[in-house]
């Protein structure tokens, strides 16, 4: 399937496609299938890319993936778990950095 079709976008942002069939008449596969594009990013000359929101939303979700993966996921190895809580302090100090370079009190 092709798909063309013209948009507007009022400034920096991303796009992606996302499709979705109906859910099968299978009893073997009930479920319907779907796809999602990886994002194609909007840039504008003298315009960021870059939400306040969106990243203390982030931080949001950070820190309750991480609460979970430390209390409620089946536990993996130590040293796995150590690397999964790692990337999650890398992505949150990663965030803390760019608001603080944008001047956003957190």
């Given at each position: 399937?092709?798909?063309?079709?013209?948009?507007?976008?009022?400034?920096?942002?991303?796009?992606?496609?996302?499709?979705?069939?109906?859910?099968?008449?299978?009893?073997?596969?009930p479920y319907?299938?779907?796809?999602?594009?990886?994002?194609?990013?909007?840039?504008?000359?003298?315009?960021?890319?870059?939400?306040?929101?969106?990243?203390?939303?982030?931080?949001?979700?950070?820190?309750?993936?991480?609460?979970?993966?430390?209390?409620?996921?089946?536990?993996?190895?130590?040293?796995?778990?150590?690397?999964?809580?790692?990337?999650?302090?890398?992505?949150?100090?990663?965030?803390?950095?760019?608001?603080?370079?944008?001047?956003?009190?957190?």
């Open positions: 399937m092709t798909l063309k079709e013209t948009i507007q976008v009022p400034g920096v942002g991303w796009l992606a496609a996302r499709c979705a069939s109906r859910p099968g008449p299978s009893v073997v596969w319907g299938i779907e796809a999602h594009t990886s994002p194609v990013y909007v840039r504008v000359p003298g315009q960021e890319l870059f939400s306040a929101s969106a990243a203390a939303y982030m931080l949001t979700l950070i820190d309750g993936a991480q609460t979970w993966a430390a209390t409620l996921a089946t536990r993996p190895e130590t040293e796995r778990l150590t690397r999964v809580l790692r990337v999650f302090a890398d992505a949150r100090d990663q965030l803390h950095r760019r608001l603080h370079e944008h001047g956003v009190r957190h």
